[in-house]
């Protein structure tokens, strides 16, 4: 069994569990975690034994989105130099992990123990089966900071379809596990003692089902979204490196890390009156 610096895994009669584990930063994504992740699906796809595939996080999260050191790294100040093959690096190792996890061939399970953001959102609602807690939230809040949920955006407008993808992305509201339950995002909501026992009651469900067939079914459910999806992550990506050069993102990230409100460039720029 691989050793991953930000996550344990657990073997048990065909069930593979994957417990995010940086909960001093919520779960935060940073690269290690999002390589590691992306790794340990990939090793599961490609395992014999591997049936069923749980996700959860240690602590009192499940993946609080992106580490706030990863946002500060992010943030450059625009017209410093220029980074554009980091940002695209950036935006491609999401959308690989979240790619990934979207076609992966086994059943996945996300027993959501808590807030699940932005990224995090997008890990918990791309599993075959969504459990929360009635405590968890959810969000797309990247707005609120000056960044464009573009990754997860390609991935939301498919399963929600565009009207309630709009409201979501453009308000950057929370949502509650009862809400996130009522628009198909979550499949059941579990009390905390109880949701491992129940993620693991479904998983023993589906290894009643033929392998083949399961898997035939998610490759024949994933050839739908074939024609478009593949355009729009290039699409996404292309988006999230032009957001992490703009200047409100800058400011969005200082903003927050200040724990003040942001003051946006662009607001400033509309408002400016125009000189005759």
Not at 253 to 268: C, D, G, M, T
Request: aromatic share 6%; hydrophobic share 45%.
């Amino acid at each position: 069994m691989t050793h991953y610096s930000t996550l344990h895994t657990h073997t048990d009669s065909g069930i593979h569990t994957i417990l995010l584990n940086r909960p001093e930063k919520r779960n935060a994504l940073n690269h290690q975690l999002m390589e590691d992740l992306t790794q340990a699906l990939e090793a599961f796809a490609a395992s014999q034994t591997c049936r069923v595939v749980i996700i959860t996080g240690a602590g009192s999260s499940f993946c609080a989105g992106l580490d706030i050191e990863h946002l500060r790294a992010m943030a450059i100040v625009p017209g410093q130099h220029s980074a554009t093959e980091d940002y695209h690096a950036d935006a491609q190792r999401i959308a690989t992990l979240l790619t990934t996890l979207y076609s992966l061939s086994k059943p996945s399970i996300a027993a959501v123990n808590g807030p699940a953001i932005a990224g995090g959102m997008g890990i918990a609602t791309l599993c075959d089966f969504t459990l929360a807690v009635p405590e968890a939230k959810f969000g797309y809040t990247e707005v609120r900071i000056g960044f464009v949920p573009a990754i997860v955006s390609a991935f939301l407008r498919t399963q929600l379809g565009e009207k309630a993808c709009r409201d979501l992305l453009l308000t950057g509201r929370l949502l509650s596990a009862a809400e996130a339950e009522s628009l198909g995002l979550v499949n059941r909501i579990v009390p905390e003692p109880d949701l491992m026992r129940e993620a693991r009651a479904l998983a023993i469900r589906l290894l009643r089902n033929s392998p083949a067939a399961m898997e035939a079914t998610k490759r024949l459910l994933g050839k739908f979204s074939d024609h478009h999806l593949p355009h729009d992550i290039e699409a996404a990506i292309r988006a999230s490196v032009d957001a992490r050069s703009n200047a409100d993102f800058h400011e969005g990230v200082s903003a927050f890390l200040e724990k003040r409100e942001p003051r946006w460039p662009s607001a400033q720029a509309i408002a400016r009156p125009v000189s005759k």
